[in-house]
Every structure is written in C-alpha cells, then in structure tokens.
C-alpha cells in the first residue's frame, strides 16, 4: 500500500505542475500610472476599457492626453481600467464585492444593465443625468431604457438605436447573372422568387444561409416581435407586433412560427440554402465570405451596415430591407454606461460622461487614439480614418474593442466605413422613423422564475437551431416535441409572471 | 530511553516530510481555502451584499437541477460515460502497459509511449477540429472513404445513434496515455525476479501476465479507480460540448450535468446556482469515493486505499 501512496503523491504533484503549466485566466494588462496626480482637489475618474484581452501599450499616453482637456474643463483625470470582453461582467462584479474603485462601467455588450443593478453594482444617477443638457439632448426618450424602478442607472451610449434586418447579397453576382433584388420588401417570404431566380441561374453559390442556426429567430421572424428587453433569448416570451393588446405568447408556439420553420426546411429541400453550414458550424456570413451564398439575412444597426458586413465578409455587398426598423431597450442598452456603486464621486463620473459627449477631441482619442501614431485621416472624406500603413487594431499600440465614445455622428468613422455610414446614422433614431417598441424601458425581473427560466433555456438551446437551420427531416415531429418540452419546463408560468409585471408598468406609464 | 529513540526515529522522517510541504501548500490554499465560497450555493449572492452579506435561501438553487425533465438525461449520460470510460481505460490502459513492457528496444518504447500521450496533451477544441476533419459530411476522411468504396455519405453530425461510441473512442483516444504511464511505471517497477523465476518454472507469457504482474498491479488499479470515483458525477465538458459541435439534435446522448449547467445558466450567470450545481456534484464524487472504499475494504482490506 506504501506503494499506492507514494504514486498518489506523484500524482498530486503531476496534477499541481499540469495546473501550472495550464493556461491559466488571463491577466489584465497592467496600465501605466497616471500622469498628473495633483495635490488633492482633481478627481480621478477610473473607467473600464472593454477589449479583446490583449496588451494596449499606449494606454499611459492617451489617459494624458485626454486629461490635458479634462482637467481644465472639469477637474478630472482618467484611469483606463481594461478588461478583456469575456470576463466583463465577472470582472464589474468583483470590484464591486471587493470594494475596488470604479468610476464609468461599460453596462452593455455581455452584461445588461437589469442584472447589474439586482447585482448591486450600479448606483443611481437620476439628478445628475438630468442636469447634464448633451447627455438629456442626445438621449431623451431612450434614457428609459435605462430606467429601474423610477431611477435612471445606465445612460445609453449610442444615440442610433433602432435595429432593422437585411438581406444583404453580392453586387458582383448580381450583375454578372442579372438578378434583380428589390430594395425593400416587407418579409423573408417575399424574397422567395429571387431564391428560385438565383437557384436558376446556375451560380455555384447557394441563394441564401441559415449557418449553424444559432441566435437566428429575430431576423427569421421579420423582426415581427418585441422582445421584452431580451434581445437574443426570447425565453421569457414576446408580444407580436401586429397585436396591440400587449398580450405576452411563447413565440415559438405561434403559428407564425410554425409556418416559418417549415418554410425554412422547404428551402433547404429546394437548395436554396447552404445545406452544410450547420454540420460545419459555418455562420451565416462565414457561408459568405467562404463564396458558398450568394447572400445571407443580417440584423442592420447603426455600427452593423453593409459597409460593416462588406468589410467583415470580404465582399462586395447591396441591401435589401426587410419588414421595418424597432428601437428595443436592449438595442439602446447594447452600449450603455452606469456608475458603479464603488465610485466615490457619482457627480464627477457624470461630468467626465457629459464631456465625452460634448467634446468630441475627446471622444476621438478614446475611440480610436492619436492622430499620427494609431491612425491618420483619408483624403477627400470628412471624417473618415484608417489604419497607418502596417498597422492594424492589434499592432497599432491602441485597438479597442468598442469606438462608440461619445456622439458617433460628430467622431471619426474607421474604414470600411465612410461618410455615408454618417449621413445613415439618422435613420436609426426615432424622429428618422424607427419605431419605438411598446415595452421600451420595461424590464423583466426574473428571480421568482429562476428555476423554470433555467430549464427554458436549456430546451431553446437543444432545439432551435437545428430547426431554424432547416437541417431536421421531420420538422412537424421536432417542432412538437420542442413546443411540449417548453410546457413541460413551465414556460407558461414565466410568462404569466411577466405579464403580470408588463401590465403593471403600463399601468404606471 | 526509549523515547528518545522513538524522537531519533521520527526526526529521520522531517527532511522527506519537508518535501511534501509545497504540495501540501499548494493544496491548503488552491483546494481548501475557497471551501468557505461553498455557501454560495444556499445563498442568494448578489455582488455588493457579498458572500456573508447575501441572504439565505435554504436549497432553492439546487431545485433546477431536478425539476427539469432533463434530469434524468443528464444524470444518466453522466454517469453512463464515465463508467464506460472508467472500464475502457483501465482495460486498455493495463493491456498496453504490459505491451510497452514487452517493447525490448528502449529507443522503440520511447516513440510509442510518446505517441499514445501525445493525445492527453491536445486542447479539446484542437481535438473537436480534428474529429471533423474525420467525420465531416463532404470533407471528411471518413466519408471519403465510404464515397471511394461507393456508399453514401453518413451524416455523423445530426445522428444521436453513432454518438455514444465516437465520443468513447474520442476519450479513450485521448485519455488512455496516461493511465498507460501510470501502469508502466509500476510494471517496471517489479523488476526482473518473479518473471525469471517463472521462467525457469515454464511460464508461458500469458501466465506470467495473469499470476505476476495483474496480481501485483492490484494496488495501482485500485488506487486509479478510487480516484476515477472521485469524478464520476463530473464529465469532461471540453469532450462532451467541443467534439459534438453544441449540435441540439445530439442532446440526448451528449448532454451531462456540465454541459447543461453550463448552457441553462448561460444567460442568467446566476453564480448561486452555477455553486448548487457543482456542490451537488462534489458530494456525490465524495459519496461514491467513500462507497467505493468501502467496498474494497470489505473485499481485500489490504488494498483498500484509506
């Protein structure tokens, strides 16, 4: 037995040098110490820089620079604090246990606001938002979105919300094989003859994708639904836009869903679908970029336009709306900035928010960095910039994940994108005509459904997207068995629970 | 007199004890200290309130884990595979350990014994590409194959049926290397004697396997399989989501209890819920360890291991 223990030792210690030499989480970059720390009275404002996880080596010299503007204007320093986007809202969550000091926290992108602030991490911020006129003119009604139990907790950081879907196809292929797309239709049905058109003029690329069918029911669906502030799960269920009774269904019992899915497969047997991107785990635009889709449907915000989707596939690409743009809180939330409950001086980090919108100098330096050293401007535009020659976002000393400072239509724009991208920007507000979503600034709290929620979401997972990827033979079987196994998980007391608390909000609206 | 003999002799022991103490550490502060975060899991943890701060919710983060018709699914995959594992590897394990020992030339042996551990070293997404690369539906080798011998393609992704033997083949492929060493180790171990004197006897190889060196691998086996108790509610969740794609139509013979907290709790980050479940697990590793050892204690108290 001797034996036996002294090999369990050994193994102990083969254990504890394989956890060493195992990747362990990565370590956020250190940032370079701050440049002026004065006497007392400025305040030093430490604000999360969200990124890809990497080193930014430039981080001392910007906080300088943007202090050089807001230290005269508004008596604050600031401090990046990166945090790689994976670990966000794990991150946020354990300054604020630790009672580490946080000023401006990045509320959108992984996290949400709605949870932040049942997590405690967020503190209120009402009266000082208000008395900030840029923040109030440029936000107005979407500071609702933000708003939690009659307290403002978040600030949107994008004032271009609204969100519309798009078939977007190649120009290229188009032309060569003259196939006419409209410039807009109505729904995903519409585009059936063109299909069949691109399906008959003997290209090698399939008409459109499904990818890997994963976050796929909002743009099959015509973006027909309001999503109750859950953007990507519709688990907690949805009110369909043609219903003005505010009536809360599973949308995945809908009729209109069960025609959709069965459509899908109808294509897939007909070939206009790229059959293969599911086993492969292609998404939609991988199928794309890869030349096996002549074309693929796209959710179109304000950051994500053709040019967007041209640069991130490689392609040349025109558009094709579909049904009609909606401004959803979490579309207004996707970017958005609260305070920490571990600031020491609200009002300050407030002001420094204030600035950043007012001031677009400093907007441009935290969004993309100093002109010359990490990008230069392009001839004959306005306010388009690019990469100096040899650099990209990752060599270029400063590339951060998010360039959504400030007011997007006064900052630079980085190619692909162009003065176009500005002048579009308006179309995705609501005085351009995006519709507000009934429920928008009504959020779910979802703690007395826990339980079931976890279970929901479990079964969305297993069975929607081979659904929506039109890869099942029998869709009648699998849709059944998908809409009985939400019954068995209860889905019908969650949303019972937030209907009860939908109709308690519009009581008091 | 006595006494300070009995002191003389422990003292002897210090210096081999003082070795242990790294690891000792290391076990102190990685394993036992974040025992107090155990609480988490009866709690509802919110980050301001912190660990003690939040209140107490008695066992209302475990219920997800049973009301869901998927429990069973989950607990039955779970321990379904690990069992299987635990056989095919400690069955291969020991066959190739014995193998290698017969390999005479040492240059030889290395090669082998490097190529059946390189695969234990491999990331799972590393080895999730390299399944695809097999079982691709156009590109893959194994589809190509049955083209050329002029069958169909077989649609290895969206078929549950193939699924609980690729992934036993997957883990066994990758996982077999090191209980292989483990074995190896002590085959070499036993040194020359028995077999000589066997020899002499007129043992043939098979009864020199059988009467020499399975008897005296006894300990070895049952050491590994005590530890293999301790992760039996655990699966290896890069195998069980990486290699399978996180494809919903194989749920039903893919999914375990880690893949399934790891997907339900995925939108909410519910961190009391996330520590329920993996409490649940520990005790049920730790049951089944004490179970276990208590069974071999019955059986042949010698090589029980505690």
């Not at chain 1, 003029?201 to 743009?219: E, F």
């Not at chain 1, 369909?240 to 009536?247: F, G, K, P, V």
């Not at chain 1, 096996?292 to 991130?312: D, E, L």
């Not at chain 1, 869709?475 to 007391?493: C, P, R």
Request: charged share 15%; aromatic share 12%.
């Amino acid at each position: 037995m001797k034996k036996a223990l002294a090999l369990l030792f050994a193994l102990a210690l083969i254990g504890t040098l394989a956890a060493c030499a195992a990747p362990t989480a990565t370590t956020a970059p250190t940032s370079a110490p701050t440049a002026t720390p004065t006497l007392e009275p400025p305040y030093e404002v430490v604000i999360e820089l969200i990124n890809y996880g990497m080193d930014i080596p430039d981080l001392g010299v910007i906080e300088q620079k943007v202090n050089e503007i807001s230290l005269p204007k508004t008596n604050t320093t600031i401090k990046f604090k990166p945090v790689a986007v994976a670990d966000q809202f794990m991150k946020l969550s354990l300054w604020v246990a630790a009672n580490e000091k946080v000023d401006l926290a990045m509320t959108g992108i992984t996290t949400n606001p709605g949870n932040l602030v049942a997590q405690g991490c967020l503190q209120p911020i009402t009266d000082l938002v208000h008395n900030s006129p840029t923040i109030m003119s440029l936000m107005g009604d979407y500071l609702a979105a933000g708003t939690f139990k009659g307290e403002i907790y978040a600030v949107p950081g994008i004032a271009y919300p609204a969100a519309g879907m798009s078939y977007l196809y190649r120009s290229d292929l188009a032309t060569q094989y003259s196939i006419t797309v409209p410039a807009h239709v109505n729904s995903l049905l519409d585009l059936e003859p063109i299909f069949a058109a691109v399906k008959a003029s003997g290209m090698a690329q399939y008409a459109t994708s499904l990818g890997d069918g994963k976050n796929q029911t909002t743009s099959m669906m015509d973006n027909s639904f309001d999503p109750l502030g859950d953007p990507s799960y519709e688990t907690n269920g949805v009110i369909m836009l043609n219903d003005t009774t505010n009536t809360i269904v599973d949308i995945f019992e809908t009729q209109a869903y069960h025609d959709r899915v069965l459509k899908l497969r109808d294509w897939y047997n007909k070939g206009y679908v790229d059959t293969l991107s599911y086993s492969n785990g292609y998404s939609t635009h991988d199928s794309l970029a890869n030349d096996t889709a002549f074309g693929f449907v796209a959710q179109i915000g304000a950051g994500s336009n053709v040019a967007y989707w041209t640069g991130s596939t490689g392609k040349p690409l025109a558009e094709c709306t579909i049904g009609e743009k909606t401004i959803s809180a979490g579309g207004a939330m996707n970017m958005s900035w609260g305070v920490a409950t571990t600031s020491e001086r609200p009002d300050k980090a407030i002001q420094f928010l204030e600035l950043m919108f007012s001031d677009v100098s400093v907007a441009n330096l935290l969004n993309y960095g100093i002109e010359g050293t990490h990008y230069v401007r392009v001839d004959g535009t306005t306010q388009v910039i690019r990469y100096p020659d040899g650099k990209n976002a990752f060599n270029c000393g400063y590339g951060t994940f998010i360039n959504w400072y400030g007011d997007t239509k006064k900052t630079w724009v980085m190619q692909p994108l162009d003065d176009k991208f500005i002048a579009s920007l308006d179309g995705f507000t609501k005085a351009g005509g995006a519709k507000m979503l009934a429920s928008f600034g009504y959020s779910f709290d979802s703690t007395n459904v826990k339980t079931e929620l976890t279970a929901i979401t479990a079964v969305v997972d297993q069975y929607r997207s081979p659904l929506e990827a039109g890869v099942v033979a029998d869709v009648e079987g699998q849709y059944q068995a998908f809409v009985q196994a939400l019954k068995d998980a209860n889905i019908a007391k969650v949303i019972a629970e937030n209907q009860t608390q939908l109709n308690a909000w519009l009581a008091t609206k | 007199m006595d006494r300070s003999r009995s002191i003389r002799r422990a003292w002897k022991w210090v210096p081999l004890y003082a070795l242990a103490v790294p690891g000792l550490a290391y076990f102190f502060i990685n394993n036992y200290l974040p025992m107090e975060g155990l609480v988490i899991a009866f709690k509802s943890y919110t980050a301001k309130a912190g660990i003690w701060g939040s209140p107490w919710i008695g066992l209302k983060n475990f219920e997800f884990l049973f009301v869901s018709k998927e429990a069973w699914t989950i607990t039955r995959n779970t321990l379904g595979y690990n069992l299987a594992f635990i056989l095919v590897n400690t069955v291969l394990g020991i066959a190739l350990a014995i193998f290698l020992n017969e390999i005479r030339k040492k240059s030889l042996r290395k090669v082998y014994q490097t190529m059946i551990l390189l695969p234990y070293l491999m990331s799972m997404v590393v080895v999730g590409y390299l399944v695809t690369a097999f079982l691709g539906e156009n590109t893959g080798i194994v589809n190509g194959i049955l083209r050329s011998l002029g069958g169909q393609n077989i649609q290895w992704y969206t078929t549950k049926a193939y699924w609980p033997f690729i992934l036993l083949v997957v883990n066994t492929w990758r996982m077999v290397g090191f209980d292989t060493i483990i074995y190896l180790a002590s085959i070499v171990g036993f040194g020359d004697q028995y077999y000589e004197a066997a020899e002499i006897d007129g043992a043939t190889k098979l009864q020199q396997i059988r009467h020499i060196t399975l008897p005296l691998l006894k300990p070895s086996i049952v050491m590994l399989l005590t530890m293999s108790m301790g992760r039996i509610f655990r699966s290896d969740f890069g195998l069980f989501f990486q290699v399978p794609r996180s494809n919903g139509l194989l749920y039903d013979v893919t999914q375990t209890i880690d893949t399934y907290v790891y997907r339900a709790l995925l939108v909410k980050g519910d961190i009391g819920m996330s520590s329920a479940a993996s409490f649940y697990q520990s005790f049920v590793c730790l049951a089944m360890i004490l179970l276990f050892n208590w069974m071999m204690r019955r059986y042949s108290r010698e090589n029980a291991l505690f």
